[in-house]
Every structure is written in C-alpha cells, then in structure tokens.
C-alpha cells in the first residue's frame, strides 16, 4: 500500500501518463523486494497453475506428499507460489501452507491427528481455472451486455468442466439443505435454507403460492444474464426466496436436515461465509418441506434480474416453438428458499452516496430540506452519525443520516409529514409511501439534488452496505458500490428495510426502489448448478 500511495502521489506522473515500469520501481522501493520474476509469471506471463498432490500419512502421523504443478500456457513454466492444503477428519483439522519451488517438490511433515482428506487451497486464493467465477462472470462489469465471445468462453469452459469430471449432473430427485455461517456485530449466526427448484411463473399471487419480486430492476445486468444464459443454457446461481412460515415448519425440516449429520459439501468464501450442504434424496423429508410450503408467497429477496432472465428466456423459447414437457428443466428456476421465521436471516442497510452535483454544498442541502425535513446535528464521522442514527427514536421510522465529506459535518433527521409521498403517489400502499428509500430515492433526490443542485440533470450514485464504506468512498476510493472515482459529496444512511414492508408491499404488487434491501451473507455460486437446455 505504501508503495501505491508513493506512485500516485509521484509528481513526476501525478494527472499525467505512466509506464508499467515506474509503478514497479516504487512497489520495489517500498517493500525491498526485486518483483521482475513475480511480474514476469503474473504480469506479461499468462495462464494459471492447476494442482495435484499424492500424500500419504503412517500410523504416527507421519505425511509425505508430492506437489506437482501443470501451468496451463507455455510463457510461464512454473509459477513458484505458497500453496495453502486443509487437512481434515471429522473433528479437527489443521492448515499447511507449502513454499512451494520446483514442480514434484516433495513435503513431510507430523500431524497430531489421522487426517483422511487433504483439500487444496480451500479459500480460494490460487488463481484457477476450475472456478465458477469464469463461468458466471465472463465479463465485468455484469452490470451492461459484453462481447458475444465473453459468453462463447463462459460456455466452453462449462462444457470443460462437465466433459473432465470436476461438475457431475445428478440427475436423482433431491432437495438440499443449506447452511451459512459468518460473524455478523461480534456474534456468529446462522443462516439455514433449502436448495431447491420451483415452477418459473409470471410474477403475481395466486393460489397455492406465488412469486412476487419487491426491487425494481436495472436493464443492463438482464441483458448480460440473458446472453450467459442464452451461451450455457445452465443457471449458475441460485434465486434467494423468503416465505413467511409462519409457524416455522419449513425452518424446522431444513435445520433438521443440517442437523442430521455431517455435511456432503462446504466451502468457504473470502468473505469468511462458511457453507454447508446436505443433499437430502428421503420422500418423506422432501414431501415434509413441500408440506409446508403449500400456499406459501415466495418473495425474491436478492436475484431479480436473474429470475426475470429465466422467465423471459423460458417465454422465449416457447415463442419459437420449442416444445417443453410440463417437468422439463426448462420450466423450472433454482431457488434457496429461506424462512422469515428463521433466527439466522439477517438484513442489512443499503445507504446512499450521492454526488457529481454542480450546485451542491451542504448549506444548500439544508436549506432545501428545511421545509420538509426535522432534525438535528451530529458531531463526529460517518460512524458518529450512523451511531446517533441508531438512537433517533424520536424521529421515527422514516429517520436517515446525513455526512458530508467537505465539511465533515452530519445529521440526523426525517421527514416532517407523517405521509410524505402521498401526495405524489397517493395510489400506493402506506407501507411503501413510508419507505424511507422511497422517499430518498422520490424527494431527495429527483425533487431536491437533481433539480436544485444539479441544474436538472442525474445525479451519481453509489450504494454501500456497511459504514465504513461511506468513509472509503468520501476518501475517493471505488469500493465496488458504484458511483466512479471520487465524484462522493453527501452520504445518506439508512437503517436496514424491515421485513414487514417487503411482506405487504410485494402482496400489494408493488415494487421499492433499487438496492433497498441486503440480505448477508450472500448465496454461493457454484455448489449447485441448474441446466435448462
């Protein structure tokens, strides 16, 4: 980090062009290090190494094992990394990592256990190409259409993956259970759910249950899915789906299951997300989990787009008279479908970071809220606010934060009215005029930022989850929340969209604003996989 710092504060290249070689010489200045052979395999080299390693343990906990190396482009002949491998046994396991030199160098070492399996780099860290990650995201961002090629790679490599034997198609009836672990406000908590297809349908109640989607969706990231899905002719990741259980009878099978034994699968994501996976083939146990879901709404809590790409795709096909059996793959969409009576489903805030305002300051802010909005201020950082956010009772449900990252001054506050958008949308429900990211999306910024402090013209946006990104972002990083490079001027903080809204607000057949809801952790990619061709 030092080493970046020093280059982009370099006043040789500073606003100017650069060359490769000066980023190198302040990385090697900063840390002591001569980089040439690391830039040579990672840098003008290409391809990845793939793995195997034959091991061996005695009675005495004794290991050999031989690591060999197979890089997958001549311009590299060895890629010298440490090799992380987990050995485990139902009880215990331990982490080796292996500097790893020359190809079929060989490692002993004592274990204080009998381990019966070895996993290589079980976080993920080597780069591979045995990952959905090259499958999924061939193209970035997923947020507009790439390259017709992009999707020809992705279908390629899926078609690799099942011709070798890494992805094997099951073709047995099972539902599976599903379970994620991560530390969430200093605890662990744990998040269980059913891996599952269900009927693709038009969106809507009806009886026996339906689907309802709550977020407006962005046309760009549909049109990237569509063309994935059109190439694979495979969905890569699973819907997340709540449904209310009111008496918590789905939730009771699905921990029933993590709880029957150890898992078929895990995996752990580099987000410290644990997950585990239990393929259930039992009748009873599938026919219990259909029990009680009968007459269950599955509202979509993240994977709009993806849901809206197969129900189109599967409209699509039919229009082109491709004929599908009513049980056909084709007309079913991958879900995990999570309790709202589940202990473990936790929901996180989206906030707001706006920006690139021409006539924007915060004075100016605060006198265009002045007539709608009660508050007061907050003294302190981007934390002080969110903090005194958490604690502003007083103002309400519909209460938000304010940071502005000149000045360093915040504040808390809310509306005045307790209907603030009936005027203007006096045909939606209550539960959505009284959504705060409605009224920041509908007052805020369309009535206050883009007409008075933008000369009428969009403002940017970005959307972090946590507080210390808001922070990050008021600094000029790009945190991955959008918005693009230090255009950041106002933060507006929200606490997380309660469950109750998403609930009577998708029933009413409305939808909320984009990025009001973050369920956390997120779903894998990659454990299950659904071909619809």
């Known amino acids: 980090f030092a080493g970046v710092g020093n280059y982009l504060n370099d006043p040789d290249i500073a606003y100017g062009s650069a060359l490769p070689h000066q980023l190198q010489d302040h990385l090697e200045a900063a840390s002591g290090k001569d980089l040439d052979g690391f830039l040579a395999d990672w840098y003008t080299g290409e391809g990845y190494p793939t793995y195997t390693l034959p091991w061996s343990q005695d009675a005495n906990g004794n290991v050999d094992l031989t690591l060999y190396q197979s890089p997958s482009h001549p311009s590299v002949p060895f890629f010298e990394l440490p090799v992380p491998v987990l050995f485990k046994n139902a009880n215990t396991d331990t982490l080796i990592v292996l500097d790893h030199t020359t190809n079929g160098e060989i490692f002993s070492f004592n274990l204080p256990f009998q381990a019966d399996s070895a996993i290589l780099d079980p976080d993920l860290w080597l780069i591979s190409g045995q990952n959905i990650v090259t499958v999924d995201l061939p193209h970035i961002p997923a947020k507009e259409l790439g390259p017709p090629e992009a999707y020809a790679n992705a279908a390629a490599t899926l078609k690799s993956l099942m011709t070798s034997g890494t992805l094997k198609q099951d073709d047995r009836a099972t539902i599976s259970g599903y379970r994620q672990t991560v530390r969430s406000d200093g605890g662990q908590v744990q998040r269980v759910g059913v891996w599952c297809t269900l009927d693709v349908q038009e969106f809507g109640r009806r009886p026996g249950g339906g689907i309802l989607p709550h977020e407006q969706t962005f046309s760009g990231p549909k049109e990237d899915r569509m063309a994935l899905l059109r190439a694979t002719g495979a969905q890569l990741s699973p819907i997340f789906g709540l449904h209310e259980d009111a008496a918590g009878k789905a939730s009771a099978v699905a921990r029933g299951v993590c709880q029957s034994r150890g898992a078929d699968a895990t995996a752990r994501t580099d987000d410290g997300t644990f997950h585990e996976l239990w393929r259930v083939e039992d009748p009873a146990v599938i026919g219990a989990y259909q029990q009680a879901l009968e007459g269950e709404d599955v509202f979509i809590a993240d994977g709009h787009h993806r849901y809206t790409t197969g129900l189109n795709r599967l409209r699509e096909r039919l229009a082109a008279g491709e004929q599908l059996a009513p049980d056909a793959q084709g007309r079913r969409c991958m879900f995990v479908l999570v309790s709202m009576a589940d202990p473990g489903l936790v929901s996180w805030p989206t906030h707001r970071v706006l920006g690139g305002m021409s006539g924007y300051s915060w004075e100016a802010l605060l006198g265009a809220l002045e007539a709608d909005v009660q508050g007061r201020p907050v003294s302190g950082d981007v934390a002080?606010?969110?903090?005194?956010?958490?604690?502003?009772?007083?103002?309400?449900?519909?209460?938000?934060?304010?940071?502005?990252?000149?000045?360093?001054?915040?504040?808390?506050?809310?509306?005045k009215s307790g209907d603030p958008l009936g005027t203007m949308f006096p045909d939606k429900p209550m539960a959505w005029r009284t959504l705060v990211v409605a009224w920041i999306q509908h007052h805020l910024v369309e009535r206050i930022a883009q007409p008075k402090l933008n000369g009428g013209k969009p403002v940017k946006w970005a959307f972090p989850h946590t507080v210390a990104e808001p922070a990050a972002i008021g600094a000029g990083a790009e945190t991955g929340a959008g918005g693009g490079d230090r255009f950041a001027q106002v933060a507006v903080l929200v606490r997380p969209t309660p469950l109750s809204a998403v609930r009577e607000i998708s029933r009413a057949g409305e939808l909320m604003p984009q990025k009001s809801t973050f369920f956390y952790p997120k779903l894998a990619t990659g454990m299950c996989l659904h071909p619809i061709a």
């Open 384 to 415: 002080s606010v969110d903090a005194a956010l958490a604690k502003a009772a007083d103002l309400g449900e519909m209460r938000f934060g304010l940071f502005d990252f000149a000045t360093g001054q915040g504040a808390v506050a809310a509306p």
